[in-house]
Nanobody
Framework: QVQLVESGGGLVQPGGSLRLSCAASVSIERFATMAWYRQAPGKQRELVAAVTNGGSTDYADSVKGRFTISRDNAKNTLYLQMNRLKPEDTAVYYC???????????WGQGTQVIVSS
């Protein structure tokens, strides 16, 4: 059974930084793609960033140049480095993993990010 557990969220001032982690209970080498999503209050969940096993990345326009997604297959962990945070980045962040024909979501609590002065 695949379990994905997010951590690293918190309260940060605008312009600050946070690094989110998503720890998997299995080897993440099996996942061709891993991704971060977020959901702000009253809004739909949106894709923030994705990374393939080969290292290719994709970002939402709203976070390009500020966020960096990475994966450490040896540690079975996905990361999201968030810099120059803005109030509009406030949301609960979730991770997901994809293998051919299958998707694994962490639809639990996620990790809360609050950007506020």
């Amino acid at each position: 059974q695949v379990q994905l557990v997010e951590s690293g969220g918190g309260l940060v001032q605008p312009g600050g930084s946070l690094r989110l982690s998503c720890a998997a209970s299995v080897s993440i080498e099996r996942f061709a793609t891993m991704a971060w999503y977020r959901q702000a209050p009253g809004k739909q969940r949106e894709l923030v960033a994705a990374v393939t096993n080969g290292g290719s990345t994709d970002y939402a326009d709203s976070v390009k140049g500020r966020f960096t997604i990475s994966r450490d297959n040896a540690k079975n962990t996905l990361y999201l480095q968030m810099n120059r945070l803005k109030p509009e980045d406030t949301a609960v962040y979730y991770c997901s993993a994809f293998s051919p024909g299958r998707r694994f979501d962490s639809w639990g609590q996620g990790t809360q990010v609050i950007v506020s002065s």
